[in-house]
Nanobody, 121 residues
Framework: QVQLVESGGGLVQAGGSLRLSCAAS????????MGWYRQAPGKERELVAT???????NYADSVKDRFTISRDNAKNTVFLQMNSLKPEDTAVYYC???????????????WGQGTQVTVSS
């Protein structure tokens, strides 16, 4: 199986910074796209940022120029550097990865358990 384990969430004041990490482990041959999504109370889960294996990135308009996604392919890890945080960034942040497993013919999508980010005003 494959596990995604997130870390780095917490409580921060508006204008502050946090760095999230997500490490994938298990029977992995390779990982294609990796990304971060978030879900605020009473709202649907939304895309924050994604990154391809080759490093091409995509961001939600609401986080452009404040958040930076990166990855370490050798360690199957994706990061999200969050700067200039706002109260509206408060949510549970989930890691996502498109994984090709051993003895599989196609990729599968996996999610982490989520990490809480709270930004106080």
């Amino acid at each position: 199986q494959v596990q995604l384990v997130e870390s780095g969430g917490g409580l921060v004041q508006a204008g502050g910074s946090l760095r999230l990490s997500c490490a994938a482990s298990g029977s992995i041959i390779s990982i294609n796209d990796m990304g971060w999504y978030r879900q605020a109370p009473g709202k649907e889960r939304e895309l924050v940022a994604t990154i391809t294996k080759g490093g091409i990135t995509n961001y939600a308009d609401s986080v452009k120029d404040r958040f930076t996604i990166s990855r370490d392919n050798a360690k199957n890890t994706v990061f999200l550097q969050m700067n200039s945080l706002k109260p509206e960034d408060t949510a549970v942040y989930y890691c996502n990865a498109e994984v090709l497993r051993f003895r599989s013919l196609s990729t599968s999508n996996y999610w982490g358990q989520g990490t809480q980010v709270t930004v106080s005003s």
